[in-house]
């Protein structure tokens, strides 16, 4: 259940806070009047997706174990959500980076314990879940106990589920209170929307905006479109997150959307947003994961009496303007900058 009342008289730490899921996590505490928030990430700040001026703003390793003992001195609760991750595309040709993610959260936990951190959150995945359970678009929702016997996503997915264990054992075995929240594909703005590391919703956006900006009206897609997901929008990934963390849940918890769509439907989701008619073309050489994945939130609704509410199409009409503001802004300076050499 949740707990109530949350003290903002506290020193709370995000680790990860340059990314996207951190960054909207920092503005939260902020906007909540937390007395001190402490953002923590390995990028220098002028690359981190937002940034803000009245948080300890902080660029440190976390994979070093002296870092994570810089970064939690004084602190009251911690949620870690540093990871070096991305998209299918990134996370299946990158294994052993995501692996060594684990460096990370064993060294946070090890500094927390010692430290008398009050609470600690560890943002884990879906990826954890047996992919046996989910070869099939018409997937059966995933419960918390569908992670064993295990057969997670190679690399990412192992790592995930192996620093659970590690959070678990923690609790048990030093009385750190540590709590676990498996993320269902979490997507909206100030996120990564190209480079090679954005998932699918950013990914199809961008593609979508360069077809209606370029006059191509052509989409790739990876894949034949009829896999499925549900994705949860960012402001209810916060909330969630907050929730789990001030719960008195000990096990590793679904924190998803139940809306689930295939590809082709979010297609149809983001034409709609995005304003433009695309052609489709299918890639089935480009990694594509799971054929099916969605979130049973039987668990969540039981505990909390909540679940992530934002309807897809809604979070997407947010994401696309967003994500169409920043293109557009992007190719103005790129015209600027021709001009200007031209002349």
């Known amino acids: 259940m949740f707990q109530g009342e949350v003290d903002t008289d506290t020193t709370v730490v995000v680790c990860g806070a340059g990314g996207f899921i951190g960054g909207h996590l920092v503005a939260d505490l902020l906007r909540q009047g937390f007395s001190e928030v402490r953002a923590v990430d390995i990028k220098p700040p002028n690359q981190w997706f937002q940034k803000f001026p009245q948080a300890d703003n902080r660029s440190l390793d976390l994979r070093e174990k002296e870092n994570c003992y810089r970064a939690l ?23 052993a980076l995501c692996m060594l993610s684990v460096r990370i959260n064993t060294h946070l936990l090890m500094a927390a314990r010692d430290m008398d951190v009050g609470r600690y959150f560890y943002s884990s995945s879906a990826c954890v879940y047996n992919a046996e359970k989910q070869d099939t678009p018409d997937v059966e929702p995933l419960s918390e106990e ?13 790592e995930k589920l192996f620093s659970e264990r590690m959070c678990r054992h923690f609790r048990e075995d030093f009385d750190l209170t540590t709590r676990v929240a498996r993320y269902h594909n979490v997507y909206g703005p100030f996120g990564t929307y190209d480079g090679g590391r954005e998932k ?25 479109g009829t896999q499925t997901r549900s994705f949860m929008y960012i402001d209810d990934c916060v909330k969630g997150t907050q929730k789990i963390m ?13 809306e689930l ?43 909390l009496g909540w679940e992530p509410p934002t309807a897809l ?21 790129e015209t600027t900058s021709r001009f200007a050499v031209a002349h």
């Not at 602190?75 to 294994?95: P, W």
């Not at 699918?200 to 034949?224: Q, Y």
């Open 73 to 95: 001195e004084g602190a009251d609760q911690v949620y870690n959500l540093a990871a070096d991750m991305g998209g299918m595309g990134f996370i299946e040709h990158n294994k």
């Open 246 to 258: 001030h719960s008195d849940i000990t096990e590793p918890i679904n924190l998803g959307s139940d």
């Open 146 to 158: 569908d992670a064993y016997p295990a057969l997670a996503e190679d690399g990412y997915g192992w």
């Open 200 to 224: 699918a919703p950013a990914a199809l956006t961008r593609k979508a905006i360069d077809a209606k900006l370029s006059g191509s009206g052509d989409i790739v897609i990876w894949g034949d």
């Open 313 to 333: 199409r809604d979070g997407m009409e947010v994401t696309a303007e967003w994500i169409e503001e920043q293109m557009r802004t992007h190719r103005a300076q």
């Open 261 to 303: 769509v295939t590809i082709n439907e979010l297609v149809d989701v983001i034409e709609q947003a995005v304003e433009v008619d695309l052609d489709r073309e299918y890639d089935l050489t480009k990694p594509q994961g799971v054929d099916g994945r969605n979130s049973d939130n039987t668990k969540i609704l039981d505990e």
